[in-house]
């Protein structure tokens, strides 16, 4: 049997950052609570907003499930006499169970048969461990920040004033300081603000609706949603927005009104990035444009009250709006007075990091290896790099980039654009940054190409070089989005650039900057980009083994280990691919840390050996002819050809010979064979059923 449980925490307004979390932490904290303590529950559901957290509980079992322990004692050998009488091991144990030798079970081990206890430990009742349950999960709640108030001890993301929670219909006797449970809840704040009781979850649902709360945050969405288009729609427009955005408003109201505002038409001559950051960032309003994507001169906000007069609110928001645009249009106006490559000198009082200089000392070190690496990449366009370096961080000197630190780049194209910069050296300052979230786009121009990995290498190797490597889930700096982004735009590109180059180059150019060996840098480095370029092909779907298989044969170039993790996986499906592997990984285990390439077929003694050095030979030609078209598909289905002679080989010669020199030349046959199979992976790392 089962029943309904419904808990509500009030609370002042929660601000609506901490909430999508904080629900999905106590639905996985009640989860994990009620599986600790055997109890079955189902139709599990958490809501919210601002100003309550609700749990709901369809079917919550009445009484934990049984729990039957089984403890070893004696061996049955040690148990008893010949005649069959207890020993007194077996006396002690039944004594400590508190049970007869009579009572003990007889069970059956890999070690033989020992005695053992069995008890079932009936599970108590629901309604009498809830108070503790609920109380554990109130106080756990891990928010961004908690406060205390008054003079508590319980510290919460912000003041409770009541609990709501009922089991069966039946209050829940637990308090929290000074608030005790009951069966009532409250109100909208300020349209109705009265209490009212409660008698399970549908009744909670009707009441909160008819008292101007919409509980579940999925319905507040929708309607914002949809009376944001409808608003919008009026004017001929619709509502831009991100989901970012519209989580924010959906956590903000208990009961959404959308209003829509307007403003002078002439805010439409500042760019919309800064009219659309404006409204998004400060006001959290719903931008609103043509089907183009043109801004219209209009606005959507979401009120968390319904006032008489709509009238009023409009004119308040269109007054805040109207004060935000004029400031951002006289930055706008002011920056351009200052062309950016001006600019430069003001970054020498910005601190990027104390440990690694000012933001100036990084636009030096980023466009020297953006030169570098045009050099390797794209000679032809080394001229617009270097300008595209130079002019990349200068606008984190303007007005407008310091009240919005969400625009830089974009106001570093604008004034670059309007300054008369070349449009793709414009465009570039912009997509430096990119990606700016995973899965995010990539760089077209190679400009910014270039440069965006010149900036990131710098802060990646910078970071690790200054001791301060990402920890856990810790990454204050992203330097895995960083990594992420280098090795996606290299991919993109198919830029023929070594990863030893970039490092190498780095760390020359931060220098005495280094607070350990180079080498020992550039291996971590190393090690941190091979684990990111792995993570990002077995979440694209290859098999973990192909993809540690190849990379065990290096990462230096992104763009070829790319096409042979790809062919290398597309190769499972030959029926000899497992064999091939099976045999490859026999040659590597005998071989180990042997190094003497050096082969005389003078030495041989039987044909397995002349064949297979025959065959190796011929089928190395075709192999290196396939690596240097990077044609790794036909060099696999060459490899696949030597098996024959290499399971002929096993099959007749005895590798370790005792002659020494018999001994050697074997194993050098082997290790030749085995040097060409890790130009494109280290088949021991294959997971093979043999």
Not at 503 to 510: P, Y
Not at 516 to 527: G, L, N, S
Request: one cysteine or more; hydrophobic letters at 40%.
């Amino acid at each position: 049997m089962s029943k309904e449980l419904l808990f509500e925490i009030g609370t002042e307004e929660i601000p609506a950052a901490f909430l999508t979390k904080a629900l999905s932490d106590i639905e996985e904290m009640i989860k994990k609570s009620l599986a600790e303590k055997r109890i079955p529950a189902d139709g599990i559901e958490v809501l919210g907003t601002p100003r309550r957290l609700c749990l709901h509980i369809a079917r919550l079992a009445e009484k934990q499930e049984d729990q039957t322990i089984e403890k070893l004692g004696p061996a049955c050998k040690a148990a008893f006499d010949e005649k069959g009488n207890p020993s007194k091991a077996a006396l002690g144990f039944a004594k400590g169970q508190g049970l007869e030798v009579s009572q003990l079970e007889t069970v059956k081990t890999e070690k033989g048969e020992y005695l053992a206890s069995r008890k079932t430990i009936p599970g108590e009742c629901t309604e009498a461990l809830l108070p503790e349950i609920l109380t554990k999960l109130s106080i756990s709640i891990p928010f961004r920040k908690s406060m205390r108030w008054a003079d508590y001890e319980l510290r919460f993301a912000r003041p409770i004033h009541w609990i709501l929670a009922l089991y069966g219909g039946e209050v829940i006797p637990l308090q929290l300081e000074a608030v005790q449970s009951s069966n009532c809840s409250y109100g909208h704040r300020f349209q109705s603000p009265a209490s009212f009781t409660v008698s399970n979850f549908a009744d909670y649902m009707e009441k909160t609706k008819q008292n101007s709360v919409i509980v579940d945050p999925a319905e507040r969405k929708k309607i914002i949603l949809l009376e944001a288009q409808k608003a919008a729609a009026a004017v001929g427009g619709k509502i831009f927005y991100t989901e970012d955005l519209l989580e924010t408003v959906t956590f903000i109201v208990e009961n959404p009104v959308i209003v829509r505002g307007g403003f002078d038409r002439e805010f439409l001559q500042v760019p919309k990035e800064v009219l659309t950051t404006t409204m998004i960032s400060h006001q959290k309003y719903f931008p609103v444009t043509d089907d183009t994507g043109k801004l219209l001169p209009y606005f959507i906000a979401v009120s968390n009250t319904r006032a008489r007069d709509l009238n009023i609110v409009i004119r308040g928001n269109e007054k805040v709006i109207r004060a935000r645009l004029a400031d951002a249009r006289f930055f706008f106006e002011e920056d351009q007075k200052i062309p950016l490559e001006t600019r430069l000198d003001a970054l020498k009082k910005v601190v990027f990091h104390r440990l690694l200089g000012t933001s100036y000392d990084k636009v030096m070190r980023f466009r020297k290896l953006a030169a570098l690496i045009a050099l390797q990449v794209k000679p032809d366009i080394k001229n617009s790099v270097d300008r595209t370096a130079l002019l990349a961080k200068a606008d984190l000197e303007t007005q407008m980039v310091g009240e919005f630190s969400e625009l830089q780049g974009i106001m570093g194209r604008e004034y670059a654009r309007i300054s008369g910069e070349n449009p793709v050296i414009a465009e570039a300052i912009y997509e430096h940054y990119l990606p700016i979230a995973a899965g995010g786009d990539l760089p077209q121009t190679d400009e910014g190409a270039i440069v965006g990995i010149a900036d990131k290498v710098d802060t990646i190797v910078g970071f690790f070089g200054v001791g301060l490597p990402p920890t856990g889930t810790a990454d204050p700096y992203a330097l895995r989005r960083q990594a992420l982004g280098i090795i996606n735009i290299i991919l993109a590109k198919r830029y023929p650039l070594p990863l030893d180059f970039l490092l190498d180059e780095s760390l020359k150019l931060l220098g005495n900057t280094l607070k350990k060996p180079a080498a020992e840098i550039k291996k971590d480095v190393q090690d941190f980009f091979a684990g990111r370029y792995q993570n990002q092909f077995i979440s694209q779907g290859y098999a973990y083994d192909t993809v540690e298989a190849v990379l065990a044969s290096g990462l230096s170039d992104f763009v070829l280990a790319a096409e042979k993790i790809k062919a290398l996986q597309a190769f499972r499906a030959n029926p000899e691919f497992e064999p091939i592997s099976i045999a490859f990984k026999r040659v590597d285990n005998i071989l180990k840390d042997f190094k003497n390439p050096e082969v005389n077929p003078g030495l041989f003694t039987t044909d397995a050996e002349r064949n297979l050095y025959t065959a190796a030979g011929e089928i190395k030609k075709q192999i290196m002819s396939g690596m240097e078209k990077n044609n790794y598909n036909l060099a696999l289905m060459e490899m696949a050809r030597l098996r024959p002679p290499v399971d002929a080989f096993f099959d007749s010669v005895m590798v370790m010979d005792k002659d020494e020199k018999i001994r050697f030349n074997r194993l050098s046959l082997l290790s030749e064979i085995s040097a060409v199979f890790h130009k494109i992976a280290d088949f021991s790392k294959i997971v093979t059923a043999g």
